[in-house]
């Protein structure tokens, strides 16, 4: 296991067979976790597909189940951290199976994994980091809560696009891809404690511009529920501010390799 990896178990359900994997991030995801799977599993022959737990406790993740949708492993954290502590496991498990790419989905059925044979492709051709939108042309937005939509299109978005020099339209959107030439870059060195909750995300973001990488947008679905109910890790006006600092140091290189 790489330094810097939060400690982690691995139930594997078969072999690696792709040069392209999948980690699919959850915590407590319950009936949103199964619904994205099933709607996965037609990928399973293609790409390879992981669960990487945060430590649910609301037994969604039956390992029969998941076995038979196809998913090759289930990774589940033991160590702390939140998202970026998944990701650094995600990462550290493509590096050793000889992955060439990842692409990274959030686990709670909002994202269309229609996008996945695109990611791939872009991948395929060289692109190195490859954010899905929901905002460029082909993308969609789905019931999408204004807060969310002015924080990404009027805030988030454009402050990561100054400090890139990149021109991003959805920044908050987990569903991305990364090569492993970029992740393995010691310029980039992604196997480090600082990257504990959305840390990482922003940082790949902007690194992969900065260090002269290939960076593109394709368009993908995201779609939120009807109702009330917001499937979401961010919540309140304390989390939301979190975000917002997270974002401006990264943006201030604090993150940067020193």
Known sequence: ?????????ITPFGFPSSC???FVFVL???ERIRRQIEKMKCYANTIDIYIVDG???????????ISDCGVRGLLVKIGPGKLSAQ?????????????KGIICMDGN??????????????????YDHVQGSRFVVGGRAVNTPIMRYW???AIHAPIISLAAGFHYTDTTNGFRAYSMNFLRDPEVAPFRDVFQSYELHYYLAIR???????????????????GSFVPTKINGLMANLQIFKTLVNVCMGKFDPS
């Open 208 to 226: 992969a511009v900065r260090l002269g990488y290939h960076v593109c947008e394709i368009p993908v679905a995201r779609i939120y529920p009807v």
């Open 151 to 153: 924080g990404v299109r």
């Open 28 to 30: 407590n995801e319950g």
């Open 109 to 126: 059925d909002k994202d269309d994994p229609s996008a996945l044979p695109l990611f791939v492709e872009k991948l395929a051709i060289g």
């Open 20 to 22: 392209y994997a999948v």
């Open 1 to 9: 296991m790489n330094e810097g990896v939060p400690t982690y178990e």
């Open 87 to 99: 990701m650094r496991i995600a990462i550290s498990w493509a590096m050793g199976n000889g992955y």
């Open 55 to 65: 430590g649910s406790e609301d037994g969604s993740l039956d390992h029969k189940w």
